[in-house]
């Protein structure tokens, strides 16, 4: 039933391979450019793998979640393993060009996959009425789907080719409350009852061992926890990614930004980190300090208050050593991150190009306002910017002024300009690529969810460097 929306990549795509055709598989993959993505520890399960494969037309992410063993069971723990592989591959159908198992066998599985899942918080979520029906609605509505398509009398074969000690008027019944609409909870807890005894000797490991990890599963799944302890999603195997979005304003960088992160965290661990002065109110407050300090130089009167206008500087200058301290800081938490598989998205970034300007974006501050009246904090300031080191890949967004001055037009345009003819005049090296953000939105993004594919396929055995 979701075959449709997984091959468009709206969802998983759960793939059965043969054990012996995973060499050839994997060959397949690695043709069409899929790269191998890590479940968390308490996700991953023996004879199963994820893989992440693009499509640089439609930029949308296709994740296969592949079975190499059949592995089902109780929500969090997968503790059965049904030993059904060769029986499957012998009950296949071609649907829309894909080799699919006959209804009667998805019917088969869905009882059994569909009742050992369900929990407490299933019967919770019905009692209190979230949802119309027992199952949640993507469950009921796979039921409905094959068993309007399967044949009764095939079903019954099925179930005694499979060769599972499961009783056929035990699932029959289920069945025929299930099209009735009249199956309650107390006959879900006696299937997944029955099921459970059932099947206890197709468990890899004793029910009492797993208890722990549905527990934890359960704990870190509420909401008050889940606030504190965020989901962790899927990883790189070894070392993530690291890239960074910079350009003038109005270039589109904190949107595209968002839009990014959004697009990779569908399945992956994404950080978003931003490298441009920070928004806090102590430093609102510390600028607004240094106005006060320098007020004087603004109405003539520098001279009578030489000793206050100095103190507006080293302050300043203070200012600008925190900025580069904090800079540096968080270039170290993306090379944390980076370092434990996450993917890394900057907004903004220190660029080496950049410190030549009269005001340097997001570069050192304190010799272009003071000149060398302070070498010693002039220096300390450049310290901190020398160890940030380059990110995998800097993505500028280059627009000539003219459509910067659309998208924003409350800027002092000579200094809007100066930062568009920097941006503009950098060029493309083996950690930075160009991008022409003049282009319609659609066009922007998508060329760099294609460069960022590229980058997220590489290997890169190196560590990150933080």
Same mark, same amino acid.
């Given at each position: 039933?979701?075959?449709?929306?997984?091959?468009?990549?709206q969802t998983d795509l759960d793939l059965l391979v043969h054990k012996r055709d995973r060499k050839k598989f994997n060959i397949v993959l690695s043709e069409l450019k899929f790269k191998k993505i @890590?479940?968390?520890?308490?996700?991953?399960?023996?004879?199963?793998?994820?893989?992440?494969?693009?499509?640089?037309?439609?930029?949308?992410?296709?994740?296969?979640?592949?079975? /190499?063993?059949?592995?089902?069971?109780?929500?969090?723990?997968?503790?059965?393993?049904?030993?059904?592989?060769?029986?499957?591959?012998?009950?296949?159908?071609?649907?829309?060009?894909?080799?699919?198992?006959?209804?009667?066998?998805?019917?088969?599985?869905?009882?059994?996959?569909?009742?050992?899942?369900?929990?407490?918080?299933?019967?919770?979520?019905?009692?209190?009425?979230?949802?119309?029906?027992?199952?949640? $609605? $993507?469950?009921?509505?796979?039921?409905?789907?094959?068993?309007?398509? /399967? *044949?009764?009398?095939?079903?019954?074969?099925?179930?005694?080719?499979?060769?599972?000690?499961?009783?056929?008027?035990?699932?029959?019944?289920?069945?025929?409350?299930?099209?009735?609409?009249?199956?309650?909870?107390?006959?879900?807890?006696?299937?997944?009852?029955?099921?459970?005894?059932?099947?206890?000797? /197709?468990?890899?490991?004793?029910?009492?061992?797993? !208890?722990?990890?549905?527990?934890?599963?359960?704990?870190?799944?509420?909401?008050?926890?889940?606030?504190?302890?965020?989901?962790?999603?899927?990883?790189?195997?070894?070392?993530?990614?690291?890239?960074?979005?910079?350009?003038?304003?109005?270039?589109?960088?904190?949107?595209?930004?968002? *839009?990014?992160?959004?697009?990779?965290?569908?399945?992956?661990?994404?950080?978003?980190? /931003?490298?441009?002065?920070?928004?806090?109110?102590?430093?609102?407050?510390?600028?607004?300090?240094?106005?006060?300090?320098?007020?004087?130089?603004?109405?003539?009167?520098?001279?009578?208050?030489?000793?206050?206008?100095?103190?507006?500087?080293?302050?300043?200058?203070?200012?600008?050593?925190?900025?580069?301290?904090?800079?540096?800081?968080?270039?170290?938490?993306?090379?944390?991150?980076?370092?434990?598989?996450?993917?890394?998205?900057?907004?903004?970034?220190?660029?080496?190009?950049?410190?030549?300007?009269?005001?340097? @974006?997001?570069?050192?501050?304190?010799?272009?306002?003071?000149?060398?009246?302070?070498?010693?904090?002039?220096?300390?300031?450049?310290?901190?910017?020398?160890?940030?080191? !380059?990110? *995998?890949?800097?993505?500028?967004?280059?627009?000539?002024?003219?459509?910067?001055?659309?998208?924003?037009?409350?800027?002092?345009?000579?200094?809007?300009?100066?930062?568009?003819?920097?941006?503009?005049?950098?060029?493309?090296?083996?950690?930075?690529?160009?991008?022409?953000?003049?282009?319609?939105?659609?066009?922007?993004?998508?060329?760099?969810?294609?460069?960022?594919?590229?980058?997220?396929?590489?290997?890169?055995?190196?560590?990150?460097?933080?």
């Open positions: 039933m979701n075959l449709e929306k997984s091959c468009a990549g @890590m479940s968390p520890p308490l996700k991953q399960f023996p004879g199963m793998e994820d893989y992440l494969g693009f499509d640089s037309e439609t930029g949308r992410l296709c994740h296969l979640h592949v079975h /190499y063993k059949l592995i089902l069971g109780q929500k969090y723990i997968k503790n059965h393993h049904l030993p059904l592989e060769r029986f499957i591959f012998k009950k296949l159908i071609l649907y829309k060009n894909i080799y699919v198992p006959t209804p009667e066998v998805e019917l088969l599985l869905l009882i059994i996959r569909a009742n050992l899942k369900f929990d407490f918080y299933d019967y919770l979520a019905f009692l209190v009425r979230k949802r119309d029906y027992i199952f949640p $609605d $993507d469950i009921y509505n796979e039921f409905k789907f094959l068993m309007k398509k /399967y *044949d009764r009398d095939i079903f019954l074969g099925i179930v005694a080719d499979s060769a599972l000690p499961l009783s056929v008027s035990v699932l029959t019944s289920f069945l025929d409350k299930i099209g009735n609409s009249d199956l309650s909870v107390r006959d879900v807890l006696s299937i997944r009852k029955y099921l459970l005894n059932s099947l206890r000797k /197709y468990q890899q490991k004793k029910y009492i061992l797993c !208890l722990h990890k549905h527990i934890l599963f359960y704990l870190l799944n509420l909401p008050i926890i889940n606030r504190i302890f965020p989901s962790i999603k899927k990883r790189i195997p070894g070392r993530g990614r690291f890239v960074a979005i910079v350009g003038a304003d109005g270039s589109g960088k904190t949107t595209l930004v968002k *839009d990014l992160t959004k697009w990779l965290s569908w399945k992956m661990q994404v950080r978003t980190l /931003y490298f441009g002065i920070p928004k806090t109110l102590s430093l609102k407050m510390v600028n607004k300090l240094i106005s006060l300090l320098r007020f004087s130089t603004k109405i003539g009167l520098k001279k009578p208050f030489a000793a206050v206008v100095n103190l507006g500087h080293y302050v300043s200058a203070l200012r600008w050593i925190w900025i580069a301290w904090k800079r540096l800081q968080i270039y170290r938490k993306a090379a944390v991150y980076a370092g434990k598989g996450v993917i890394v998205i900057a907004d903004r970034y220190p660029l080496r190009e950049f410190w030549n300007m009269e005001s340097p @974006m997001d570069g050192p501050r304190i010799k272009k306002e003071w000149g060398s009246a302070n070498i010693k904090l002039a220096n300390l300031e450049q310290h901190y910017y020398s160890q940030i080191g !380059l990110p *995998d890949k800097v993505f500028v967004l280059q627009t000539d002024i003219d459509e910067l001055r659309k998208r924003k037009k409350d800027l002092d345009f000579q200094s809007h300009q100066k930062k568009a003819k920097t941006v503009n005049s950098i060029k493309e090296s083996s950690h930075i690529s160009t991008i022409n953000a003049a282009r319609a939105y659609t066009d922007v993004i998508k060329e760099l969810k294609q460069r960022i594919w590229l980058l997220f396929i590489q290997e890169t055995k190196e560590p990150f460097q933080g």
